[in-house]
């Protein structure tokens, strides 16, 4: 006869797919009238962003603006700047796109070339990257209670019931009024920008989201030579997005992401450069979860009759670790040249290599650093170094194979001159994700029990068993076709492990 199994259904949210669209950019540039005869090209930029991602039966198409931003020495060695805006557009196929997934793309820059072919022209070549994600979920169903007719050993898991994915992208707009302290804009030679995300409130299928862009805008002011200045501005993130029929007790983690940023000079009503218009386009991107508590069926038997089982490795993931911090990282650097002044500082980007081991994660980073600083004789100069960090966390409850996703994004970046060629830096940066480990037993699908299959019946009634230290009750009560619950009775017995070598008694069914 086949028993009724008492199943429980557990998602999984992950990354079903994923596919990328490589473009490579070619741009011969003619200099503006307003731009001096180039003498040294000091950097060459490319920003892509992306403002709109869509989907259409198996193509998912992204477009969106690169910002080609040129700073270089001209004339009477004086710094200039210059920027060009392209349109990007990309395109790939993703097969078997659930109804219910999300689609996102992220542009990334994989290199940039750039030279002065004349005092008037650029050439500049680049590579760029944009990714496509598909996210949704995977069901498994497993069994968590048998019959009373069968003897089962359980196990009890916490993992994570994934509710849904939902992504919803804005347009922030605001102009920047510069105070008396900054002196007029001439022309941008960088920007950084990061979303923060602050608390969110989760009310009748509707969550609240807040946070904060925070942008900084390095730029040569007007009519002085080498002369930089940094405006930051903070604007407030508060948005709401439907998520349908999430309980309100569910867990949501919220990404805000910065997926485009324009900026531009623009003059004031007495025609002065002090308005700095901020056009950006944000993502969140949100992972709706439920903490759960299972407790599978790991083993089963029948005392009476043989039975036959079906056991598969459940496709969940069992959490261990949350991680969600700021950190901090130090070092000391060289200057190609002696410095009397540093303009301004930036984070590029920052590679990760992170190994899991049964008991700890460990990461090991470096953070590409730009510095802009004017040397002696008050030239600017730029360079890229590398920030070196590392940080470990502790994994509580030890598994074979741990593995996770974890995110390192900095924060904010600043630098200092230790003597005359060498910078203090020191980054603060953000740490979150999560370590998960997979359930290294198989669980119970289905079983069924043969009823014309009895199992023998043992000659003596009962049965000295010498036990060693360390073994099972469950195990000697299975190869002795009684149960577990009879074993500890007869033996006045409190645990389910054999604690020192003893004999037991072992009365047969």
Known sequence: MSLELQKQSVKTGKRICKNSFDERIEQDITLPDYCADIKKILRCSIIPGLHTVSIS????TAKGTAVIRVLYLAEGDRTDAFEKSLDLTASVNLKDVPAEAVVT????????????????????????????SCFGGSDAELAVKGDDFVQTRTERLTSENHLGFFEKTFDMNETVVLNNEYKPMGKIVGCTYRCETGQNKLSSG??????????????????????????????????????RDLPDGALCDVRLKVCQLLCSIKADSSGSNRLLELSARVSAFIHAREKKEIEVITDCYCTDFVTEEVFEAPDFDCLVREISEVRQAKCELELPS?????????????????????????????????????????????????????????????????YGKIDVEPLSLSASLNGRDRAELMLDYSVNGKIYCRFDKKVLKSLRVCEDKPKKEKGAALTLYFAEVGERLWDIAREHNTTMEIIMQENNLKKDIVEENSMLMISCI
Do not use: W
Not at 57 to 60: D, T, W
Not at 109 to 119: G, I, P
Not at 221 to 227: L, P, R, S, T
């Open 57 to 60: 039966g198996e193509k998912a």
């Open 105 to 132: 793309a992220e542009a990334t820059v994989d290199f940039v070339n750039c030279r002065a072919t004349s005092q008037r022209k650029l050439s500049v070549s680049a590579g760029v990257s944009t990714i496509f």
């Open 206 to 243: 509707k969550l609240l989201i807040k946070g904060e862009l925070v942008t900084e805008v390095c730029y040569l002011c007007e009519g002085a030579d080498n002369e930089l200045s940094v405006v930051t501005h903070k604007m407030p993130v508060s948005q709401i997005v439907d998520v």
């Open 338 to 402: 002696e410095a009397k002044e540093i303009c301004f500082v930036k984070c590029l980007d920052i590679t990760r290599n992170i190994k899991y081991s049964p008991d700890c994660a460990d990461g090991d980073c470096s953070a590409l650093v730009l510095i802009m600083y004017l040397d002696e004789s008050g030239e600017l100069c730029c360079c890229e170094k590398n920030l070196d960090f590392d940080f470990s966390y502790t994994i509580a409850k030890k598994c074979d194979e741990p």
